[in-house]
């Protein structure tokens, strides 16, 4: 099942589940880094799982209900995030089941890592 | 007695921006529309850098628009140190354009101008029942991405271009999938043109020069004199002498004046001064919406977008389909020399201008941009005025003000992040 990685590289507070993807691509996973939500338009999102940072969250935690995810104040197109995405997504119909691995924006790859594989493989 | 409204955060425009107004028994006595964004210094930050450097800089003033910053940016400086630009660049530069205007005219027409007239909060709540529009504008927005990376490298701030032409080109398999891409946006293209012709406008008509590049036989992006509705017409290297920038203490955004006068820029101005480039089947669709152009009512900027976007879908196909064999990759000569250059195009919002001072090494020694915002701000904050007054004579309530003055200003597609800057409105009476 392939793996969808959300993350800004460059920011060390942002790019925690793109180092986890790291990881879990030498043990045989397939990930993708997603740069921009709107890569994911011909994607059936049903059918994989996303990793990203979140805030207000001290444990790695499976999401599977987009409503748990909170919006910021959309003031410009530049706020268009995952989540604003993935409620896009579930009001226009196009997901139903949907995955995402949470991971705490403060948590270490060491740390993260053994919680999102055995996440991963209860999935 | 005198009253003061204040919006403080005006929502779904690029950036941030505030509005104070004072009213004083029943007439408005007092506008100020400003950026309160913090101030962002790129015209310092790229003198004493090597030119190349300076483009990679300026684009960064705006995530939205960065291939516009890029192409003044590389017009600029080219013309600084008298570079030509062969055939095929200028057509890479205007397809990397057209895809960043598909981008930005779906998106603001989408998720930012659309839930107003349809009396939604955002294109969230409207999704439910609006499916086809929010999927036709996410396929038009993928495409605009798409044409971006294929040109740029990646889908923002371009790095597959510098002084003198392009590094990075895209392979016949890209092409085509980009044509197929365009293709399937024809008729999203359309039918967004048909459904914002049926959307029920203010009627608000503001004298003011409407003023654009003007580009032969065809909308301008890249190319063209800097023209009005006026008649009036100069060379771009000539913008110093008419255009005056000031700063006043409530925005961190620059002003712009024409011989002291506010003006404005856009698809609007755009589609104003260049009707006769208008398709017959275009033209057929506004007779029968009953919109007639050239129009003088700032809301109908969103019309004058969504034919652009049409006509960019059609012309972005139509260019790449010169080249489905691919690009021929150009060998990149520049030779450092000293001098000052202009460099304007069309972006999404306007006409922006760009211009450097080059010393004999190729460092930039001066550096100023103007951005559409900051040249449409005056015109704006005169049009709040105006239409705040009309608002107040038809007896509008309070409480209905504030979403009406966002209408109009939004109707600008404002990008306050380049202009350093949305709406915080400070009601005072």
């Known amino acids: ?123 | 007695m005198a009253r003061t409204i204040t919006l403080d955060h005006i929502t779904k425009i690029e950036g941030h921006a505030s509005l104070k107004v004072k009213v004083d028994k029943g007439k408005v006595v007092k506008c100020e529309l400003g950026s309160t964004e913090g101030a962002r210094f790129f015209e310092g930050l790229v003198v004493g850098r090597p030119y190349d450097d300076a483009t990679e800089m300026v684009m960064r003033i705006c995530g939205i628009c960065s291939c516009g910053h890029f192409t003044a940016s590389l017009k600029a400086l080219e013309n600084a140190m008298g570079v030509k630009v062969s055939k095929q660049t200028q057509a890479m530069r205007e397809i990397i354009v057209i895809g960043e205007r598909i981008r930005s005219h779906a998106t603001h027409l989408y998720f930012l101008a659309l839930p107003d007239y349809m009396g939604y909060d955002s294109a969230l709540a409207m999704a439910p029942k609006y499916k086809k529009q929010i999927k036709d504008a996410l396929i038009m927005m993928k495409t605009g991405n798409e044409i971006v990376t294929a040109f740029g490298g990646r889908q923002m701030h371009p790095m597959g271009g510098r002084v003198g032409g392009f590094t990075h080109y895209p392979s016949p398999e890209q092409i085509k999938e980009l044509i197929d891409l365009l293709r399937q946006c024809e008729k999203p293209a359309l039918d967004t043109l048909k459904l914002f012709c049926t959307l029920k406008y203010p009627e608000l008509s503001v004298e003011r020069e409407h003023l654009s590049l003007l580009q032969k036989h065809d909308f301008p992006l890249l190319l063209g004199d800097i023209v009005s509705d006026t008649g009036w017409r100069i060379k771009e290297k000539d913008y110093g002498k008419y255009f005056t920038e000031y700063v006043d203490r409530w925005s961190t955004a620059k002003f712009v004046v024409k011989k002291g006068k506010s003006f404005m820029l856009g698809a609007l101005p755009r589609l104003n001064n260049n009707l006769p480039s208008l398709s017959k089947d275009i033209q057929s669709i506004l007779k029968k919406a009953k919109i007639s152009f050239p129009s003088k009512n700032p809301f109908h900027n969103n019309v004058a977008q969504a034919i652009e976007l049409l006509v960019w879908v059609r012309r972005g196909k139509k260019l790449l389909e010169s080249y489905t064999k691919g690009f021929t990759r150009e060998k990149i000569t520049v030779k450092p020399k000293a001098g000052t250059g202009v460099g304007v195009v069309e972006v999404p919002r306007g006409i922006l201008f760009h211009t450097y001072t080059i010393d004999e090494k190729g460092y930039v020694t001066k550096c100023n941009i103007m951005t559409p915002t900051c040249q449409n701000l005056k015109a704006m904050q005169e049009d709040v005025k105006i239409y705040l007054q009309q608002l107040l004579d038809q007896g509008v309530k309070k409480n209905e003000v504030p979403l009406e003055i966002e209408k109009l200003i939004r109707s600008y597609d404002p990008c306050f992040s380049c202009s350093t800057h949305f709406l915080k409105v400070d009601w005072e009476e």
Not at chain 1, 52 to 61: F, L, M, P, S
Not at chain 1, 85 to 98: S, T, W, Y
Not at chain 1, 100 to 112: D, G, K, L, R, T
């Open chain 1, 1 to 123: 099942m392939e793996i969808l990685l959300f993350g800004n590289p460059a920011i060390p507070s942002d790019n925690l589940a793109l180092e986890v993807g790291k990881a879990l691509e030498k043990e045989g996973h397939t990930t993708r880094h997603v740069n921009n939500p709107l890569e994911l338009l011909d994607i059936k999102l049903d059918e994989r799982v996303i990793i990203d940072v979140a805030v207000g969250i001290k444990e790695v935690t499976l999401l599977t209900n987009v409503d748990r995810l909170t919006l910021g104040r959309l003031c410009s197109l530049h706020d268009l995030d995952m989540a604003y995405f993935m409620k896009l997504m579930q009001r226009l119909g196009e997901i139903h089941d949907v995955r995402i691995i949470a991971i705490p924006a403060e948590m270490s790859v060491q740390e993260a890592l053994p919680k999102v594989k055995e996440l991963l493989h209860n999935i």
